[in-house]
């Protein structure tokens, strides 16, 4: 029998969707890896050498000023070209031991066997992912979402899209940073670190507050990121605390294979 009402962890993610459909800002992340570069090439060592130069040409200039056709002796000043080397300084090629940073790709592990679908997966009406139901869950949308619930209201899930800008792909962190700002808007949102469980795609636990009225429920979770070429794909589940990690366990064990692009 299908429920009329949403339980409070669809409410939850239904407010969560309507930010994200109607209150959030066109999203970008061109410019949030970029945020370390001026502190490794903030120094310009020609411009550094140009002004001792300058400094020095201007505390040497005092002696000779009785006769001013010494001061066409600052011209050779500038002819120290030597002073260029400094730029070998600015090659900090050790700048490549970023690849070392890359975290492994973990095989998914889980403490509870897979919750049971149904025969049927959701498809997006624009072509871009599809997902399976759980069995005997109640199926929804909001906007161009899917919200997707269980009978007693403990645990639902839902898919968001996000385009990217080019087609180079995204680094795990700045997918991570995808994922996150996502949903980060939710009340009491916490995240742990990401696991890297494929190529491209990462998985992170969460934690939040649901509020409906006077009434307060910690949730938890769990969010996977995928990307595409054009896209990431970013599948939120949520359940109530006192539901037990095995729920989450179970959908995410299930889900996880049925959530690919078309």
């Known amino acids: 029998m299908k429920r009329n009402r949403l339980g409070a962890i669809g409410l939850g993610l239904l407010s969560a969707l309507v930010i994200i459909s109607f209150g959030s800002s066109p999203w970008s992340w061109a410019t949030s890896p970029t945020l370390e570069l001026p502190a490794v090439a903030g120094q310009n060592p020609e411009l550094l050498a140009k002004s001792i130069r300058k400094q020095l040409a201007q505390a040497a200039s005092p002696a000779p000023a009785a006769s001013p056709a010494p001061a066409a002796s600052p ?11 400094p730029a070998p300084a600015v090659s900090p090629a050790p700048v490549p031991v970023a690849p070392a940073t890359t975290p492994n790709v973990e095989p998914r592990k889980y403490s509870a066997p897979p919750l ?3 025969e049927q997966n959701y498809q ?3 072509q871009r992912f599809e997902i399976g139901i759980l069995a005997d869950y109640n199926q929804g949308t909001i906007g161009t ?12 899930y839902t898919v968001v899209v996000k385009s990217k800008l080019t087609g180079e792909p995204l680094s795990y962190e700045e997918l991570a940073r995808v994922a996150i700002a996502t949903f980060e808007r939710g009340e009491g949102f916490q995240v742990e670190p990401f696991q890297v469980v494929g190529e491209t795609e990462v998985e992170i636990p969460w934690s939040g507050i649901s509020t409906s009225g006077r009434n307060r429920k910690n949730i938890k979770g769990r969010i996977l990121a995928r990307q595409t070429d054009r896209n990431v794909l970013v599948l939120l589940i949520s359940t109530t605390e006192d539901a037990g990690s095995e729920n989450i366990e179970g959908a995410i064990a299930a ?3 049925t959530f690919q692009p078309l």
């Not at 979402?145 to 639902?156: K, N, R, T």
């Open 124 to 126: 997006d009406p624009s």
């Open 145 to 156: 979402f899917p919200l997707i619930e269980s009978p007693d209201g403990s645990l639902a």
């Open 255 to 257: 889900l996880a294979p």
């Open 116 to 118: 049971p679908l149904s």
């Open 75 to 85: 011209a050779p000043a500038a002819s120290p070209a030597p002073a260029a080397s």
